[in-house]
């Protein structure tokens, strides 16, 4: 069996975060570790908090659990702090972690900072020369690169831009041109250009989604481009099947989890 670790943090809504992360694996059948790197509180309607956990507690995980499994490949969220990185990035380099699938969490869907502000320097230059992929969006791109993204060109150059941070496949996920969502995917030589249509409203764990579907798809060996268009189709269908289960915004589901009578 394939198996795919997600480093990130738990999100009690299982909207985004390792719970969603592992729905993703379990949809795609992938058999999911986890190493968690923070707890946080939030909600459909409110973000109250984040709990990061110590570097002995983040490599206490990474050891006990890589010395026994191996993994095909791990998909990176939260990472709250510059301790939490550095942590990461030493068992990476330990367990010699392929497939490495790096997702620049900056801010939670409803607007909280999910980084510290020198942690997102020190991933940028440290964490993310080690990956195979990063998956950004708008303002993730934008902070990466220091590119103001408004145009499907500025997209083209942000895109080669977080190639040239060293990573080897550079994707960029929302730009909005004429009505339509387009994804990029710029592998060094060639610009792979998605458009999709923009569907309206807020949804929980978008970017969660992808970069744990992409990671899946990657340890499934389908090329970058293909994991990449069959992410943004999970993605998109998620999107389609969402539902408001609490006050707040829309939670994804995947396919075979909803229940036919449960259409609300
Ligand atoms: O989607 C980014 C993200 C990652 N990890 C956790 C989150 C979120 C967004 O809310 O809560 C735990």
Known sequence: MRVALTIGASDPSSGAGIQMDLKVFQYL????????????????VEF???????????????EVLLTDIKTNGAKIGMLYNKETINSVIKNIKKFNIKNLVVDPVITSTLGTKLIEEDALEFLKNELI????????????AERLTGIKIEKIEDMYEASERLYKLGTSFAIIKGGHLDNKAVDILYDGKNF?????????????????AFSSAFVSFLCKEYTAFEAFRASK?????AIENSIKLGHGIKLLILKEERNEQDSS
Not at 49 to 62: D, G, R
Not at 233 to 237: D, G, I, P, S
């Open 29 to 44: 059948g992938i058999y999911g570790l986890t190493v968690l790197t923070a707890i946080t509180s939030q909600s459909t």
């Open 233 to 237: 189709a999970l993605v998109r269908k």
């Open 129 to 140: 020369p080690l990956s195979t992929a990063v998956t950004a969006n708008i303002l993730e």
């Open 48 to 62: 109250s908090n984040v709990f990061p956990l110590s570097e002995e507690v983040i490599n206490s995980q990474f």
């Open 192 to 208: 792979h250009k998605i458009d999709g249509k923009k569907i309206s409203g807020e949804f929980h764990g978008t970017g969660c």
